[in-house]
């Protein structure tokens, strides 16, 4: 079993900065890929970055791409996801997901274990 605890979201105005943080305990965290997706009110839940287990690889949906930055720390068995240029459009519950096998990272449904999210909400 992994236990995540997501943690960081809040209020921003547009054009601000967040960094989510995702902390990991209980199966060997340095072997998960680990992802962060985003469920706004009436939508599907979306993919918005990755990082492979190793952190040398990362992935991005194109909505997010030069804004925003994953990253994971394997000593604090945390990763991170830096939010920057905020837009209203990114408001959203974010959630962060482990990943124990070799399925696309771009699938919810490839991940094995969910946080209980994050509320982010980003006024104009």
């Known amino acids: 079993q992994v236990q995540l605890v997501e943690s960081g979201g809040g209020l921003v105005q547009a054009g601000g900065s967040l960094r989510l943080s995702c902390a990991a305990s209980?199966?060997?965290?340095?072997?998960?890929?680990m992802g962060w997706f985003r469920q706004a009110p009436g939508k599907e839940r979306e993919f918005v970055a990755a990082?492979?287990?190793?952190?040398?690889?990362?992935y991005y949906a194109d909505s997010v791409k030069g804004r925003f930055t994953i990253s994971r720390d394997g000593a604090r068995n945390t990763v991170y996801l830096q939010m920057n240029s905020l837009k209203p459009e990114d408001t959203a519950v974010y959630y962060c997901?482990?990943?124990?096998?070799?399925?696309?990272?771009?699938?919810?449904?490839?991940?094995?274990?969910w946080g209980q999210g994050t509320q982010v909400t980003v006024s104009s």
């Open positions: 997901a482990a990943k124990y096998n070799s399925r696309s990272y771009y699938l919810p449904t490839a991940y094995d274990y």
């Open positions: 209980g199966r060997t965290f340095i072997s998960a890929a």
């Open positions: 990082i492979s287990w190793s952190g040398g690889s990362t």
